[in-house]
Each structure stands twice: as structure tokens, then as C-alpha cells.
């Protein structure tokens, strides 16, 4: 399962990215990528160590209530998508 983060700071570094989301997400974090760092649509992709769906969310809901240099991160686990709701 994938969690992905948006919203992160023009200002950080790929490092200064994985270094805060590790330290936040700890053990469930098992591997973080950082795409397009630098720039405006800067964005992280982490893959979580969880094998119940619904931990993606949980954990999707705290980091949006996480800040990166004074910005609120933005996040979705692979849970969402743009798919319509199965019924």
C-alpha cells in the first residue's frame, strides 16, 4: 500500500523530505521517493509496511495534519483513487 504526499515546501530538499517523513511515519514507512523536489508540484511516495487497507487512511489523516517548514502536507493513501466507488 502507498501513501502519497503533496503540498511539500519548494524550499526542502529530498533529504530534509525523507528524513521528516521517516522520523513521522517511523516503522511504517518501509521506502519513501521523492519526485520533482524544488518545484511546486513536489511530491513524495511512500510505501507503507501495512497490510490492512484501512491503516493507509489512518495514517493519511495524520499527515495532513503534519507541517514541513510551515506548510500543511497534503495526503491520500492508495485506498482513495479516482475510481468510482464500488457499490
Do not use: W
Not at 530534509?16 to 511504517?28: A, M, T
Not at 493519511?60 to 495526503?75: P, T
Request: with cysteine; net charge negative.
Amino acid at each position: 500500500m502507498n501513501l502519497t504526499v503533496r503540498n511539500i515546501p519548494k524550499s526542502c530538499t529530498e533529504q530534509e523530505v525523507r528524513d521528516f517523513l521517516k522520523k513521522e511515519l517511523g516503522h511504517y514507512a518501509s521506502g519513501i521517493e521523492v519526485h520533482e523536489v524544488g518545484t511546486p508540484t513536489a511530491y513524495a511516495v511512500i510505501e507503507l509496511d501495512a497490510s490492512v487497507p484501512y491503516v493507509g487512511e489512518v495514517i493519511a489523516r495524520q499527515v495532513n495534519a503534519l507541517h514541513l517548514n510551515g506548510v500543511a502536507l497534503e495526503a491520500s493513501s492508495s485506498l482513495f483513487s479516482d475510481e468510482p466507488p464500488q457499490r
